[in-house]
């Protein structure tokens, strides 16, 4: 049975509730490490995930027009302005005040939001050694995936499955691998090397 909004929801809010309490305890040197998005650190992990909070279409646009229509650009941009900007512990703030914020990707609802939230919650926590997300919620940004979802980050799943080993997620036809459900999402969202079959 395919999860409701009300179910997305609920996991959106408790994604941005976990990423929030295991900011607030960093040190200030965390904030600073590298993160699995390239070029960015903590910090700007954190902009980016509250982007959609602080700028309306308004500012939006004229920015996006500015990047050559580029929003990769316009993310890269805007999230090295906001943590010059803004310090760490607004940052946090502004994750915090925006727990249950409604915002939801053009074209990609609710599951796009928690998908949004849970890789970028990925890309702080894992080089960080933080605790991940429970593998329900991975489970359900898997099952969302799809070839839109993919070609984004260049994956192609022809000739294999990924199959979660704790989950009952299966990704693809073809020949099998075997995986937890996080590495299987850091892999179709371009974070670790894309497995092979065996």
Request: aromatic share 6%; charged share 25%; proline share 8%.
């Given at each position: ?101 409604d915002w ?80 299987i999402l ?13």
């Amino acid at each position: 049975m395919s999860p409701t909004d009300a179910d997305l929801k609920q996991h959106i809010h408790a994604e941005r509730t976990r990423l929030a309490d295991l900011l607030a305890g960093l040190r200030d040197e965390d904030w600073g490490r590298p993160s699995l998005c390239e070029g960015w650190r903590v910090r700007e992990v954190v902009a980016h995930i509250t982007m959609p909070f602080r700028i309306n279409p308004l500012r939006f646009l004229p920015g996006l027009i500015g990047a050559g229509f580029s929003f990769n650009r316009y993310a890269d941009r805007t999230a090295r302005k906001d943590t010059a900007r803004l310090s760490d512990a607004e940052l946090l703030a502004s994750l915090r005040a925006n727990i249950t914020h409604d915002w939801r990707p053009p074209g990609g609802g609710y599951a796009g939001a928690l998908s949004h939230d849970t890789i970028h919650g990925l890309d702080i926590t894992e080089p960080l050694g933080l605790p991940s997300p429970p593998v329900e919620r991975l489970a359900l940004v898997l099952a969302a995936t799809n070839a839109r979802s993919l070609s984004h980050f260049g994956i192609d799943l022809t000739g294999v499955q990924l199959r979660a080993t704790d989950a009952d997620v299966r990704l693809g036809d073809g020949e099998p691998i075997d995986l937890p459900a996080k590495d299987i999402l850091l892999a179709i969202s371009g974070r670790r090397p894309f497995p092979q079959a065996a």
